[in-house]
């Protein structure tokens, strides 16, 4: 069980980028999904998460500027970066709650990370 994420790289201030995550693996049904952020020396923070029932949440920093969506049949969730800031410069995550058939039940997974750098 697995997330993979990609979509990641450089972009000047003011450009877009398109962040993508798929689960995959022995999921009956993936929950909760999003994205966190972090640079070096800080924690990992939210940056904008999506329930089952699509309901959004966003960091008050990326509002209106970055839009979260997810596929649940094809257990994808995408990050659509508008407005880049050299601020929003970051390892971003994907993140998702999953349901499984074997232990643990349910589980926490995280995606390797992929790094997004804004040029001012």
């Known amino acids: 069980v697995q997330l993979q994420a990609s979509g990641g790289g450089l972009v000047q201030a003011g450009g877009s980028l398109r962040l993508s995550c798929v689960a995959s693996?022995?999921?009956?049904?993936?929950?909760?999904m999003g994205w966190y952020r972090q640079t070096p020396g800080k924690l990992r923070e939210l940056v904008a998460i999506?329930?089952?029932?699509?309901?959004?949440n966003y960091a008050d920093s990326v509002k209106g500027r970055f839009t979260v969506s997810r596929d649940s049949a094809h257990n994808t969730i995408w990050l659509q970066m508008d407005s880049l800031e050299p601020e929003d410069t970051a390892v971003y995550y994907c993140?998702?709650?999953?349901?499984?058939?074997?232990?643990?039940?349910?589980?926490?997974?995280w995606g390797q990370g992929t790094l997004v750098t804004v040029s001012s």
């Open positions: 999506i329930t089952t029932e699509y309901s959004t």
């Open positions: 693996g022995s999921i009956l049904r993936v929950i909760d």
């Open positions: 993140y998702a709650e999953v349901a499984r058939s074997t232990w643990p039940y349910r589980d926490d997974l």
